[in-house]
């Protein structure tokens, strides 16, 4: 017909054969990216999301844990997003599950889960959940499995713990005659013990014996607070009823910020150090000790030459303690087909199984198959503060709280400068009452 | 909002003259199809501008959440009282408006001068046209890769320059509380000078070269020529220029929010990022839609003062 007329072709049948194809192209197209654009229909079905917020040696060792899933499941079964860490990750988290488009499965501290469980973005998990893969409650280490329980629900899968440790310079200890015979640090659990070990350090490396991070660094100083707090026998929570009451013990406060500022006083830990700073201190052997999480496992490792050793935070008051968090693999609100839950499932299980490789990185397994086995048992250092996962010391539930939160970064801001003797004990924490108002006043928004 | 104006006018006015029925019944359906014309930018701009500032206007009032369906408890003016008193808030403020202050003159004034030096080349103006146009076509977030690249503390070329001059690099600029707004500031010159320069180019365009010509034979000089001619002849295209750039650097959010992240401490944190942390990390819509209200408020009254000092400027001219 064209062929006979070709004046027949009008810019209206034009237009409306365009407009046609443009249809047939988005329905037969389904899998086509544009199409699936266009209508909102996922990429591909069968591939599993997985969202997370590993860098660094973190980062490398979820990356061979996701390809020992691909290698089972094929290469096309997974997408993993790496995203900045913090508040960052969790508003993308909300936001993409508000706006329907969640990713299937995604990793949350476990501080941070509560919240977002809170605000109706997380699903729970339940025992049926578990069993289809071949789970239970009690493959998991008690105190963590406890701590992700909200209102008798489970809302977290813990795939470790990652509480506050003391690493130590094997050489300055030695030389400072806190080594015993089998090369191990010796126990140094009362206050008394372990000031005369500062004292000890002190003298060996003409300056300071204890490190921990305190400029541009909020989250170091909150942690180390919070673990001397918390060994002190009675005290209460910084903040109770879902962050809605300041409930600090007062004198428990003072004590340990006076006993930080004494230290810094007598020379024994710095003044002033970013977060690199204070570790370089200890790897070059200027400080014997130094308090961070476990995770800088992978940064002492790849010093060349140093020794170094890992254990809890000494006791230093009454009862062993240690602020921790944990990593764990939330299920983020979507409608999910049972094959689709299960598929999800078998994901988290396929990185559980690899537990060791995660364990190497610092991090204290969660799954009991391999917290339990001799395989984990034989890590070293790894194993010499295993234990501390028993003593762990999780941020009180706040809505605007857990780790990296706007909680940590106000309370550790003062902390951090009173180790710097910029102000008195009172007046960190008058500031922190102050600052704190507005969030404590405002009704939660979840 | 011209278009509209532009469209419905005549039609608005035909049904005044007596002529007959015949000609409103044109117009009626000439303001029909005006309509059908509108509509797909109409629908965005109800769907995407009007809807969600009438939104935010109403949240405003209350305790609205991120994560919850509907307004959430009735606030009155709780939110506003809140925002008003939060020193981070005021502190925000101040950052928008130095970040104004910082970039307005220096990117009216260095376009105007490369505009008018690029009007003057004779051979390859395109390169020129091209070489300052091309940073404006990148997106935020290359450009903020690119000067934090620069300004790498003890690395970056920004460290490189400066200790030849003998500068301890130090924390770097983006790392030092005083200099990291003047850091953003910079990059930002760079990456939108380019539309102002071409505002300018097109402006310079369109004056008469017989003026210049006239100018030349009664003796004035190059600089007598820009100083009686161009910039006058350009007035209209200022006013322009600095209406929408200082808009645009109110609006200030991508280049901090990437190259600092308000930091250090809240040092470069501004409006916008305030209101993003507010209304997607701690999830209180409401609290971010007033601390909207108040952005938007400060925003016409400049825009405001702007026109009305224009205005009297321009009456005393004539």
């Known amino acids: 017909m064209v062929a006979h007329r070709p004046s027949s072709l009008t810019r209206r049948s034009f237009l409306t054969g365009g407009i046609a194809a443009a249809g047939t192209l988005a329905l037969a197209g389904c899998t086509s990216p544009l199409a699936a654009g266009l ?93 289809s893969v071949g789970l239970s409650s009690s493959d998991f280490n008690p105190k963590t499995w406890a701590a992700q329980k909200t209102d008798g629900k489970n809302i977290a899968i813990p795939l470790d713990t990652h509480p506050l440790v003391m690493f130590f310079n094997q050489d300055v200890c030695s030389k400072a005659g806190l080594i015993d015979s089998a090369g191990k640090l010796k126990p140094l659990d009362n206050m008394d013990a372990f000031e005369s070990a500062l004292a000890a350090i002190s003298k060996i490396t003409g300056g300071a014996a204890i490190t921990v991070a305190n400029v541009s660094e909020t989250a170091t100083p909150w942690r180390v607070f919070t673990t001397l707090y918390h060994q002190i026998n009675g005290v209460t929570p910084f903040i109770s009823d879902n962050g809605s009451k300041l409930t600090v013990d007062k004198d428990a406060f003072t004590e340990v910020v006076t006993r930080l500022q004494s230290w810094v006083k007598k020379g024994w830990l710095n003044k002033g150090l970013d977060y690199a700073g204070a570790q370089t201190l200890m790897f070059t052997g200027k400080a014997g000790f130094y308090l961070e999480g476990e995770w800088e496992i ?57 537990s060791l490789t995660w364990a190497k990185g610092g991090h204290i397994p969660a799954y009991l198959p391999t917290l339990d086995s001799k395989a984990y048992k034989a890590l070293e250092p790894q194993a010499d503060y295993a234990s501390a996962a028993k003593h762990a010391v999780y941020d009180a539930p706040a809505w605007y709280g857990g780790s990296g939160s706007t909680f940590e970064n106000t309370v550790g801001a003062q902390l951090g400068l009173a180790q710097q003797l910029a102000i008195t004990p009172q007046g960190a924490l008058s500031a922190i009452t102050d600052q704190l108002q507005v969030y404590l006043n405002t009704p939660s928004p979840l | 909002m011209t278009t509209a104006e532009a469209v419905n006018r005549p039609a608005m006015a035909v049904p005044k003259k007596a002529s007959a029925r015949q000609r409103s019944m044109i117009g009626a359906r000439n303001r029909r199809g005006a309509w059908l014309f509108l509509a797909p930018f109409g629908i965005f701009y109800l769907a995407f501008l009007l809807g969600p500032t009438v939104w935010m206007l109403i949240s405003s009032f209350f305790n609205t959440s991120t994560v919850r369906p509907g307004l959430g408890s009735f606030a009155g003016f709780a939110n506003y ?80 320059i400066v200790s030849w001059f003998g500068v301890a690099p130090g924390a770097g600029v983006l790392g030092d509380p005083n200099t990291a707004m003047i850091g953003i500031a910079i990059a930002t010159l760079w990456w939108t000078l380019g539309f102002n320069f071409v505002l300018y180019l097109a402006g310079l365009q369109e004056i008469p ?17 820009i100083r009686y001619i161009t910039i006058p002849m350009l007035s209209r295209t200022t006013t322009l220029v600095i209406l929408l750039q200082i808009i645009a650097s109110l609006k200030i959010f991508d280049q901090v929010y990437l190259m600092t992240a308000g930091g250090p401490g809240i040092s470069t944190q501004v409006a916008l990022g305030l209101i993003t942390n507010t209304g997607f990390t701690d999830n209180r819509i409401g609290a971010a839609s007033a601390a909207s209200v108040l952005l938007f408020i400060v925003i016409v009254a400049i825009a405001v003062i702007r026109q009305l000092f224009d205005r009297s400027a321009a009456r005393k001219a004539a």
């Open chain 1, 39 to 131: 209508v909102g229909s996922p990429l591909n079905p069968q591939q599993l999301i997985f969202w997370n917020l590993f860098g660094g040696g973190d980062g490398s060792r979820m990356q061979t844990m996701e390809a020992g899933y691909t290698k089972v499941h094929g290469a096309g079964s997974l997408q993993a997003t790496v995203f900045a860490w913090g508040n960052p990750y969790y508003s993308k988290l909300t936001l993409a599950t508000v706006g329907n488009k969640p990713p299937d499965v995604a990793i949350s501290h476990l501080t941070r889960a509560k919240p977002l469980y809170d605000g109706d973005v997380l699903e729970p998990i339940t025992e049926a959940d578990l069993a």
């Open chain 1, 298 to 354: 992978t940064t002492a490792q790849s010093i060349k030459g140093l020794k170094f050793g890992m254990v809890p935070v000494p006791t230093l008051y009454d009862t062993p303690a240690a602020q921790a968090d944990s990593h764990t693999f939330v299920l983020p609100r979507k409608d999910r087909t049972p094959e689709q839950r299960k598929q999800a499932m078998g994901f988290i299980k396929s990185m559980l199984d690899q």
């Open chain 2, 81 to 160: 009282a809140e925002m008003l008193t939060r020193a981070d808030f005021w502190s925000a403020m101040w950052h928008t408006l130095q970040f104004t202050i910082y970039t307005v003159p220096p990117l009216v004034m260095v376009a105007f001068v490369f505009a008018v030096l690029t009007n003057r080349v004779r051979r390859g103006q395109w390169f020129f046209r091209l070489a300052f146009f091309l940073p404006f076509i990148l997106p935020s977030a290359t450009i903020s890769l690119i000067w934090v690249f620069i300004f790498t503390p003890g690395s970056g070329l920004w460290a490189t």
């Open chain 2, 209 to 225: 070269r017989d003026l210049y010509e006239a100018a030349a034979v009664d003796g004035a000089t190059a600089w007598g020529q």
